[in-house]
């Protein structure tokens, strides 16, 4: 069965540092991988969605960024935080981009201090 | 693209007793409109779907209907249990899938 790992499952950042958050999927191959984040008012906003390894579109500009190096491996990033970076990052993955069912990691809580 | 509006944002009912939330979608072109169910500090969970084809759709006490001309669809909770309380997402798929803002839903003892 697919599994999707992600981590940290919580995270205390000062402004201006680096961030790094690691999604992998297991038990399936190719699939679309996505980045949401959940501000206060709980609605999920897409950041990031991927079709392939190296195949990244944006969906808001915005001071993070996303890289696939791996068909089951998805990274957000960003080189210095900001305060309003704060938020539940959740990392999904479906099999086709259209009409089909997304899965849900358990999400990353980061606090940007 | 997409837009889903979304109500209630917030729900309180009695043990027992059904709830509806209700979701409006723009596109047209949407035809895969799921729901999922976030309990506090998880990841949201699909609880059920539906496709453009079917009318409506049923799993135990929990029920979508669609309706493509008004372009609405909307979940049913029958005899809500404590444990029924979460947020609840609808969602439309388009390109990728657009989501509502959420049903903080609270079932009272």
């Known amino acids: 069965s697919q599994t999707i790992h992600q981590w940290p499952a919580t995270l205390v950042q000062p402004v201006g540092s680096p961030l790094s958050l690691e999604c992998t999927v297991e038990?399936?191959?190719?699939?679309?991988l996505y980045w949401y984040r959940q501000a206060a008012g709980r609605g999920l906003q897409l950041l990031f969605y991927?079709?392939?390894?190296?195949?990244i579109s944006s969906e808001v500009p915005q001071n993070l960024s996303a890289s696939r190096p791996q068909d089951r491996q998805f990274i957000l990033s960003s080189k210095k935080l900001l305060l309003s970076d704060s938020g539940f990052y959740l990392c999904?993955?479906?099999?086709?981009?259209?009409?089909?069912?997304?899965?849900f990691g358990q999400g990353t809580r980061l606090t940007v201090v | 693209g997409e837009n889903v509006e979304q109500h209630p944002s917030t729900l309180s009912v009695q043990e027992g007793d059904s709830a509806v939330i209700k979701c409006t979608y723009s596109?047209?072109?949407?035809?895969?409109f799921p729901w999922y169910k976030q309990e506090l500090g998880k990841g949201p969970q699909l609880i059920i779907d539906?496709?453009?084809?079917?009318g409506e759709k049923k799993d135990q006490r929990i029920a979508v209907t669609l309706n493509k001309t008004a372009k609405h669809f909307s979940l049913h909770i029958t005899e809500t249990q404590p444990e029924d309380s979460a947020v609840y997402f609808c969602?439309?798929?388009?390109?990728?899938?657009?989501f509502g803002k959420g049903t903080m839903l609270l079932v009272s003892p």
């Open positions: 999904a993955w479906s099999l086709g981009q259209v009409n089909t069912e997304a899965f």
């Open positions: 038990g399936t191959s190719n699939p679309n």
């Open positions: 991927s079709v392939g390894i190296g195949q």
């Open positions: 596109d047209s072109a949407s035809n895969y």
């Open positions: 539906i496709r453009s084809n079917v």
């Open positions: 969602a439309a798929s388009g390109t990728t899938l657009t």
